[in-house]
């Protein structure tokens, strides 16, 4: 059964900093591409960071410089991507939610239909 769990959300003030996890179960973590977006009430959801099963990395303009996208070594028991976020802004409250899903070349990877596994999500306020 494929499970992502998402923890490590909070509230913060401008400036702090957060880290989120995801725990990965039931499916071959390692050949997977994975992401993690974002959504907010009333707006589409949007790709925040990208990992693909190579080790590259994809970001959105809005947290480039400030967000970190990383995942444990496939070789070890934990199956784990972070996201580490720094200089948190206000407009980064918003519901996270983890996502993964086979390969696709020439789809970017902040398109949501990439992806066919998806997390419940952790709630990140962040706070002026």
């Known amino acids: 059964q494929v499970q992502l769990v998402e923890s490590g959300g909070g509230s913060v003030q401008a400036g702090g900093s957060l880290r989120l996890s995801c725990a990965v179960s039931?499916?071959?973590?390692?050949?997977?591409?994975m992401a993690w977006f974002r959504q907010v009430p009333g707006k589409e959801r949007e790709g925040v960071a990208g990992i693909d099963s190579d080790g590259s990395t994809s970001y959105a303009d809005s947290v480039k410089g400030r967000f970190t996208i990383s995942k444990d070594n496939a070789n070890n028991a934990n199956n784990t991507l972070y996201l580490e976020m720094n200089s948190l802004k206000p407009e980064d409250t918003a519901m996270y939610l983890c996502a993964a899903g086979p390969h696709m070349a020439r789809v970017p990877f902040y398109r949501p239909l990439r992806y066919n596994y998806w997390g419940q999500g952790t709630q990140v306020t962040v706070s002026s």
């Open positions: 039931g499916f071959t973590y390692s050949s997977y591409s």
